[in-house]
């Protein structure tokens, strides 16, 4: 199995950036894709990206394409979310997650494809 755990989240100003870290331990050769996603408190959780992990390919939800950038670094299996211009209704619990059975093969931006799941970490962007 794949374990995932989150880094990098915090407390910073709107306009400021943050990098998050997924750190992937285990069985990552089964890894096909990882995404992120992040949950606000009272709503829905959220896609933000996700990135093939063999060929780097990416794709990101609308509402942070220009602003959030996801790469991977497959020699250390981690993940990452660089996150620029942050507003304060970015702030949330974000989470990365992991796909292991192809079931993203058709997409990315359902949370229902991911298998495996990291246990969030808080950004929190003040005015």
């Known amino acids: 199995q794949v374990q995932l755990v989150e880094s990098g989240g915090g407390l910073v100003q709107a306009g400021d950036s943050l990098r998050l870290s997924c750190a992937a331990s285990?069985?990552?050769?089964?890894?096909?894709?990882m995404g992120w996603f992040r949950q606000a408190p009272g709503k829905e959780r959220e896609f933000l990206a996700r990135?093939?992990?063999?060929?780097?390919?990416?794709y990101y939800a609308d509402s942070v394409k220009g602003r959030f950038t996801m790469s991977r670094d497959n020699a250390k299996n981690t993940a990452y979310l660089q996150m620029s211009s942050l507003k304060p209704e970015d702030t949330a619990v974000y989470y990365c997650a992991a796909d292991s059975t192809r079931s993203t093969y058709y997409g990315g931006a359902n949370a229902d494809r991911y298998n495996i799941w990291g246990q969030g970490t808080q950004v929190t962007v003040s005015s």
């Open positions: 285990g069985r990552t050769f089964s890894i096909y894709t």
């Open positions: 990135i093939r992990w063999n060929s780097g390919n990416t």
